[in-house]
């Protein structure tokens, strides 16, 4: 595979959506020892909109995919990671404005744009403890495959990375930093979530690049 | 979990049915998306007043909305900051023409939603300003981090910008004031125990019988730290410290002092903590002039309770004293 | 036991200064023998409304002191009725030539205390009758008990005899129209979980998860049947129909219905259970023209509710409407 | 020993408020199963008060003793209790007054009084579950001996009597009624009070009697 079209995309948020449903509990009880015990909910009720919401709706380009997909979050989720997953899918509509698949490095940019617009929103940086601390390293991690299925895992490998490597830090944005030295020993749901974003993109191009191997014999 | 519902998932809908069904003289509720306005809005030429937040915090903010206090509440799901949208129809519904002031609790899920929807209701032609409340003092304040949360001195302003905006104050004279007030009270709140949000369904921490939690927000949150559980006078006195050296509070101040429920606490212990909070306050060398005792901004069913201390000078404590009528708030008409 | 008190046998008067502190400006407080009356007591020519009751119950009834409702409330220990020189004293304090009523639950003990202290009274000169409020439905009307408890039409009925005392009505029109109101209002209550007296430190009963106590009064005692924890819908509907077929309400009648919280039940709890019951009150053919939503009845720290319904008529509404001010109730004022 | 001296009535309210204050926990325990759980604090702050009053205050004969004990319940106890037994005692003052002693006739006449006036005030008959159970019973056992120490034991034992089968009735005054079949099974909380209460006088005798037996041989 060396695009994202616009049905994969579409699949994607299919992906996101089963894998959030199925981590609701898990999501929640990371939110439940550090935060609020809501991230859990919010993703499955944004993602449940995005699904019905695509049902319905015909995307005639990427851009107007995600901006769809961003909208809906920001209108469903609410709390932190509403405006956050939000605006990053809505950044991501702007570099994706009017194409109908988006090549490696297009997607790139877009993903990097997406990760700006978080960390300009929630004025953090990684080491905050926050959904940065997994998108940064996932989207950093793009650039060390050329091919985009690999890319995509590699991303997918280092956001979990990065999520798991929130355990030990003090949080320092959001609820999290009320706690103080307590938030220390406990995972961040949003970079729990993260990871389950580019978890998702990286089997929806597993599938496809298996699907197309079975095809056409190459990935 | 035990609760008096019905599906986890319509908590917030439910309730709100029952408000519009029990106050349907001072308020109307949208369910889609849900807020409540008073029924009179928009008021010409008045400035609009809207908060918002999680739900879970009953009678906060729906249970404000009326004359002299707020006119619209956005609730979202339990312990979630309202959407954009919700923000946004809500502040519509009470433009009246004077602009839009957004109460806003520091937390950043309430900041950056209120702030879309501030952005988009200014592209649409509306001013807006916005008065944040950060007065938990259990919180240590810092650029570097969210800062500190928002808790019962929300309720306080609530009340005093709504009888401020009802006297005809302009948009610009309300954020001051605003600003005024959020710069002259502190809070810190206590919990004998957590409380379940009810997707959830599970308690947000546990507690052995002689412990408590110390320094806790609104929303189920574990504390800055558990201790010991001690007397009444006693967290009275760990809650009042902080609160009284952070401002500071000085000799001779005149104070409005609020001894506030976090959902499961009976007013009978409120009173008790109020007896003491009130001599260590006079100890301190404070006029207590204006009192509030009861749930007003609670954590669903979490047994525990906050205090918090706004200075008052003769604006506040008039303000404070006028008329307000909502469905939790009533005094002067 | 978690609370927020120091010596459990200093409750109740850790509170009362609790009060006093807070509500200077309205009550006063006595604590030898304990009691509150309004600050402006005694008022000349007006009967003196005088309740009481164990303690445990906040806000009633000195949280129903001041203007426009009690001008004494007489507050026993916890769940205990207080003794007749309180209420003697109480009484005395509030006189102001033109009788005193007493406002009784039907309890036994506080029958006897207030018949006893009626009596002294009486040997004093004093004028004094008394209305009996006996309004729960979970307990069977037979004069071979101790018949029914009374409950929340309690708060009504203290706000509405409160409002009349105040525009003048004599000791007789009192009692009559006392009476009246007791004929016309029905409640029932439910617990989720037990209450904890603090001297004795332990639940007065234990629940499963799943269980409730249906018919419970405000003692912190089981009620009438335990059962299985139903949705809050189908609990509204097991309370309201008893209390729909009892009085019996009719179609076309006009009520005020409550629902009160026993006192870690919140308040987004209620309005679920305010919802139903308003469905369920106008599927039977009732309008209802006003609501109270709130704990202003409690048994300490037990979460669940009860249902007032009470049947008004134009005298009633106006009553219900006219000012109170009091630390728990205040409006038009 | 055949007469009760002002002396002895002393002894009998401080031995009755030593016993309720060792059985605060039981007579809670037993209002906690069918009241509200203060019987045990009611009738210790009553007894405590009275004991206090004792103190202080000179009692010239009988009647004043048993009035001052039973005003001192009325306005300290509370609850159903303190007017019930605060009744009682003001009761028992009528027969008993300006009388330094009261033979045993005069006991039963006393005793009598008091519990007509609980009966009265309560409206409560035997088998209503209530203090009355153990109160009619134990004056009725009076006069089952002559001697006096002997009719307090015998009053004292039927009135535990009397307690204990208020266990299997079902209640039909006072708190305990609210349950109505859910009473059955439990011990009524007044009516093991009021045996202690005969209990107390039945030590008292005893102990006197044995010391009067030290010193003069007989009872
Ligand atoms: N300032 C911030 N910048 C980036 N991410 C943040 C920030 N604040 C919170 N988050 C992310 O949001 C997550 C919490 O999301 P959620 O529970 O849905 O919202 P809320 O905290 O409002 O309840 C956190 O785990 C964290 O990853
Ligand atoms: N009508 C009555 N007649 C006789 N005794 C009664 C009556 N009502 C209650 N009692 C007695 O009073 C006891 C309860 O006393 P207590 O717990 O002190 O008062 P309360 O019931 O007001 O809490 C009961 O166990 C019963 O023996
Ligand atoms: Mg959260
Ligand atoms: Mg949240
Ligand atoms: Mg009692
Ligand atoms: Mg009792």
């Given at each position: 595979?060396?695009?994202?079209?616009?049905?994969?995309?579409?699949?994607?948020?299919?992906?996101?959506?089963?894998?959030?449903?199925?981590?609701?509990?898990?999501?929640?009880?990371?939110?439940?020892?550090?935060?609020?015990?809501?991230?859990?909910?919010?993703?499955?009720?944004?993602?449940?909109?995005?699904?019905k919401?695509l049902?319905?709706?015909?995307?005639?380009?990427?851009?107007?995919?995600?901006?769809?997909?961003?909208?809906?979050?920001?209108?469903?989720?609410?709390?932190?990671s509403?405006?956050?997953?939000?605006?990053?899918?809505?950044?991501?509509?702007?570099?994706?404005?009017?194409?109908?698949?988006?090549?490696?490095?297009?997607?790139?940019?877009?993903?990097?744009a997406?990760?700006?617009?978080?960390?300009?929103?929630?004025?953090?940086?990684?080491?905050?403890?926050?959904?940065?601390?997994?998108?940064?390293?996932a989207?950093?991690?793009?650039?060390?495959?050329?091919?985009?299925?690999?890319?995509?895992?590699?991303?997918?490998?280092?956001?979990?990375?990065?999520?798991e490597?929130?355990?030990?830090?003090?949080?320092?944005?959001?609820?999290?930093?009320?706690?103080?030295?307590?938030?220390?020993?406990?995972?961040?749901?949003?970079?729990?979530?993260?990871?389950?974003?580019?978890?998702?993109?990286?089997?929806?191009?597993?599938?496809?690049?298996?699907?197309?191997?079975?095809?056409?014999?190459?990935? | 979990?035990?609760?008096?519902?019905?599906?986890?998932?319509?908590?917030?809908?439910e309730?709100?049915?029952?408000?519009?069904?029990?106050?349907?003289d001072?308020?109307?509720?949208?369910?889609?998306?849900?807020?409540?306005?008073?029924?009179?809005?928009?008021?010409?030429g008045?400035v609009?007043?809207?908060?918002?937040?999680?739900?879970?915090?009953?009678?906060?903010?729906?249970?404000y909305?009326?004359?002299?206090?707020l006119?619209?509440?956005?609730?979202?799901?339990?312990?979630?900051?309202?959407?954009?949208?919700?923000?946004?129809?809500?502040?519509?519904?009470?433009?009246?023409?004077?602009?839009?002031?957004?109460?806003?609790?520091?937390?950043?899920?309430?900041?950056?939603?209120?702030?879309?929807?501030?952005?988009m209701?200014?592209?649409?032609?509306?001013?807006?300003?916005?008065?944040?409340?950060?007065?938990?003092?259990?919180v240590?304040?810092?650029?570097?981090?969210?800062?500190?949360?928002?808790?019962?001195?929300?309720?306080?302003?609530?009340?005093?910008?709504?009888?401020?905006?009802?006297?005809?104050?302009?948009?610009?004279?309300?954020?001051?004031?605003?600003?005024?007030?959020?710069?002259?009270?502190?809070?810190?709140g206590?919990?004998?125990?957590a409380?379940?949000?009810p997707?959830?369904?599970?308690?947000?921490?546990?507690?052995?019988?002689?412990?408590?939690?110390?320094?806790?927000?609104?929303?189920g949150?574990?504390?800055?730290?558990?201790?010991?559980?001690?007397?009444?006078?006693?967290?009275?006195?760990?809650?009042?410290?902080?609160?009284?050296?952070?401002?500071?509070?000085?000799?001779?101040?005149?104070?409005?002092?609020?001894?506030?429920?976090?959902?499961?606490?009976?007013?009978?212990?409120?009173?008790?903590?109020?007896r003491?909070?009130?001599?260590?306050?006079?100890?301190?060398?404070?006029?207590?002039?204006?009192?509030?005792?009861?749930?007003?901004?609670?954590?669903?069913?979490?047994?525990?309770?906050?205090?918090?201390?706004?200075?008052?000078?003769?604006?506040?404590?008039?303000?404070?004293?006028?008329?307000?009528?909502?469905?939790?708030?009533?005094?002067?008409?």
């Amino acid at each position: 595979m060396t695009e994202l079209t616009l049905d994969q995309a579409r699949l994607w948020f299919a992906a996101a959506g089963d894998l959030v449903e199925r981590e609701i509990a898990r999501l929640t009880e990371l939110d439940t020892a550090i935060g609020d015990a809501d991230h859990g909910f919010n993703m499955q009720r944004g993602f449940y909109a995005v699904r019905k919401k695509l049902e319905v709706t015909v995307t005639e380009d990427l851009g107007s995919l995600f901006r769809l997909v961003g909208m809906t979050l920001v209108s469903t989720v609410g709390g932190a990671s509403g405006p956050l997953y939000g605006g990053f899918f809505l950044e991501m509509a702007k570099v994706a404005n009017g194409k109908a698949y988006l090549g490696k490095n297009e997607i790139c940019t877009a993903l990097a744009a997406g990760l700006n617009d978080i960390k300009r929103r929630g004025k953090a940086e990684v080491g905050d403890k926050t959904m940065v601390d997994s998108l940064s390293p996932a989207v950093a991690a793009l650039e060390s495959a050329t091919e985009l299925c690999a890319a995509f895992r590699a991303a997918a490998d280092a956001a979990k990375t990065g999520a798991e490597g929130t355990i030990p830090l003090e949080a320092r944005k959001g609820r999290a930093s009320y706690l103080g030295q307590r938030s220390i020993g406990h995972q961040d749901p949003g970079a729990t979530s993260s990871w389950l974003l580019f978890e998702a993109l990286a089997s929806v191009c597993q599938q496809a690049a298996e699907k197309g191997g079975a095809a056409a014999g190459s990935c | 979990m035990k609760k008096l519902i019905n599906a986890a998932e319509n908590v917030v809908r439910e309730a709100l049915e029952g408000m519009q069904a029990a106050h349907a003289d001072r308020i109307r509720v949208s369910l889609e998306p849900f807020y409540a306005v008073r029924r009179d809005a928009p008021i010409a030429g008045k400035v609009g007043l809207v908060s918002g937040g999680g739900s879970g915090h009953e009678p906060m903010h729906s249970g404000y909305v009326g004359r002299g206090m707020l006119d619209a509440a956005c609730p979202g799901e339990i312990f979630t900051s309202p959407t954009p949208d919700q923000i946004v129809e809500a502040s519509q519904a009470v433009n009246g023409g004077a602009g839009i002031l957004h109460i806003v609790k520091n937390y950043t899920g309430d900041m950056m939603n209120f702030e879309l929807a501030a952005e988009m209701l200014r592209a649409g032609g509306i001013a807006v300003e916005t008065v944040v409340v950060d007065d938990d003092v259990a919180v240590e304040d810092s650029r570097y981090t969210a800062g500190r949360r928002g808790v019962g001195l929300t309720v306080l302003i609530e009340k005093l910008l709504g009888a401020a905006a009802e006297e005809g104050g302009t948009l610009a004279d309300l954020k001051r004031l605003g600003d005024f007030i959020r710069a002259s009270g502190r809070s810190m709140g206590m919990a004998l125990t957590a409380c379940t949000v009810p997707q959830h369904g599970k308690p947000s921490f546990t507690l052995a019988d002689d412990e408590m939690e110390l320094g806790i927000g609104i929303h189920g949150e574990p504390g800055r730290r558990r201790a010991k559980l001690v007397s009444a006078d006693e967290v009275t006195t760990m809650l009042m410290e902080p609160i009284l050296a952070d401002l500071p509070f000085r000799k001779g101040e005149e104070v409005l002092l609020f001894v506030n429920g976090m959902g499961a606490t009976p007013l009978i212990e409120l009173y008790i903590v109020y007896r003491k909070a009130a001599q260590i306050a006079s100890l301190h060398g404070l006029r207590v002039i204006r009192s509030l005792v009861g749930t007003y901004i609670s954590s669903l069913e979490m047994a525990g309770c906050s205090i918090t201390l706004l200075r008052l000078n003769e604006q506040l404590s008039k303000l404070w004293d006028a008329p307000v009528d909502t469905p939790a708030l009533r005094w002067g008409v």
